[in-house]
């Protein structure tokens, strides 16, 4: 293993914060440290940057312990990107970029033609050229994580560690930074080590993820072995509310009481009116959905009234019926609008089952609340 | 760097040393006694008239007198321009940090308790009691600066250490006599007069090798300025380099404030000004560019108490203080537009 950490403790001024911190990645790989706020990301990713003492325990890289090397070694092989945001005085993009070719330059820091070279490949790669002449003051956010990505990359490193770089960015930009990293790894096959607060991303770009909790790391391994059933929700202490770990998305809590609505929903088209449901504090049963329509995800995580059917197999008489003893104790009945084909002809049945009821028959739900 | 920015850092350097030059021309030129330039220059130049009156007043009093304001001044900005990297605040100076108040307590102390009457800025004890102050406050200043962090914090820690000296200097005037408070009062507002050519060597000694040290370490206060994180993160000793720093600083301010007493103003504008003047904040530059800076700076500001109230002389901190604060208040300003 390239870089790795055995048995470290970290916290700061002599009290442990975290323990038994052990963990190993090679070049080329992502690894990410999720975990709440507070847990200690940072305090772990400032132990092994050498920005804050360790308290026990060893981190190596290629099996030399990081704490021997002097500090110009230790710029050759590792950089960073911090929190911290800085504030240098006319100052360019390109110069702030050209500083991490630090450990390279003479004393007067003279840059070379082939540091300059580095720069605007680093540039190039973070795509922000055309940022070059710009005074680093006066761009946004965004473009300021990009330069500072690219300072990192101009000091060549072996091992990247980012704290919480995606803080701050939109959506876009988020993507954008984490395909660059990607593109990193494995092109300039640098080991990168990042805290994220985006769970949803950390299980597509990391390759390994360690769960940072209490005193100690609670849960490491591929982001398919940590992102299973109930487990975020149990790392965040989520008490209302859920995380989708297959769709990686967030549910808001679920509205209470019995189920007054009952919605027809199938093939996606449940969702919106779902989510409508669920901002008015409405519950609601909805049916018959296979369990492997994206309706089911959101409907299991709103209601506790959802009458699904096992895919790939004709629906049995008894759903038929758990369905329409949920339309009789609900008012309303919501067609949301599934197409109706060979395979779920039992939903024509259930539309006419409501309207022999004598349930009001709605196509969308803001009737309901005006 | 491109090749503009190298003619602007040229034509900047050029045109400073064309200003000091000048500076230096009329205030050797200037004054009670009126000759006129060619003499002066058969006067330093060709040693015209040894011995003679004018002869004296130009090598004894205007010649050393004009150098030592040079020397002095720029080296007040240097001063200033190492301590706003060090708290990364542009506020930050020697007067600013109770540096100059320092000195002044301890030169209160040394005139009212042990030599008496001070007559004259040769008095080599007073340089000695005002050193030892600037030092004292520089220790105090390091001393906290291991147990914070925190760099607005230590700045206003210098100023309450400065507050204290106040206090300290105060409380020493309460015993003090009327002559005393006399003499006290006009080292405090700080002059060139009574320059001499043994104390322009001891102080051009000290700078230089100051200088000198501060080019040396301008690579990592340029790097400095991405925050201590990044900047250990690219191989800086940080502990080393703030000490580093904050020594040259106060060796710089401390030999200013003994051989001309507190001169307010120029540790913070004058930086500022020849940051606007490069267009960068690259410390190779900015240095050598404050030096000099500073040094036209406080010719001209010598040349005016001098002369304009002649023959009342006023004090040099009453004139940097005219000049310095309103340049500062529009830099910051222009500054703070540009920005948004």
Redesign the interface.
Known sequence: MYFEAQKLSVGYSGKVLIRDISFSVERGKILSLIGPNGAGKSTILKTISRHLEKIAGAVTIEKDSIFRLSNKELAKKLSVMLTERIEPELMTCGQVVAMGRYPYTNNFGTLTAQDKALVSEALRMVRAQELADRPFSNISDGQRQRIMLARAICQQPAILILDEPTSYLDIRHKIELLDIMRKLASEKNVAIILSLHEIDLAAKISDHIICVKGDRIENCGAPEEVFTGDFIRSLYDIESGSFNTLLGSVELVAPQGEPDVFVLAGDGKGIPFYRQLQKNKQAFSTGIIFENDVDYQVASALSKSVVSAESFNPVSESKLKEAKALIDKARYFIDAGAKIGAYNKFNRELLEYARERGKTILQSPEKLFT | ?SKSKIIRYQLVFIALLFLIALALVLNVNTGSVSMSPVRIFKIIFMRFEEGSVDSNIIWRIRLPRSLMAAVLGGALSVSGFLLQTFF?NPIAGPFVLGISSGAKMCVAFATIFILGSYGGMSAYPLVFFAFIGSLIVTGFVLMFSQKTKNMSMLLVIGIMIGYICSAVTDFFITFAKDNHIASLTSWSMGSFSGASWPALGIVTVVVLVALFCSV?I??PM??Y???E??A??????IKLFRWMLIILSSLLSATVTAFAGPISFVGIAVPHVS?MLM???RS?VIIPASFLCGAAFCIFCDLIARTAFAPTELAIGTVTALFGAPVVISLMIRQRRK?H
């Open positions: 760097m990364r040396l301008s690579k340029d790097a300025q991405l925050g994180g990044y250990q993160s690219m191989g800086i000793n940051k267009k960068t904040s190779l920005k």
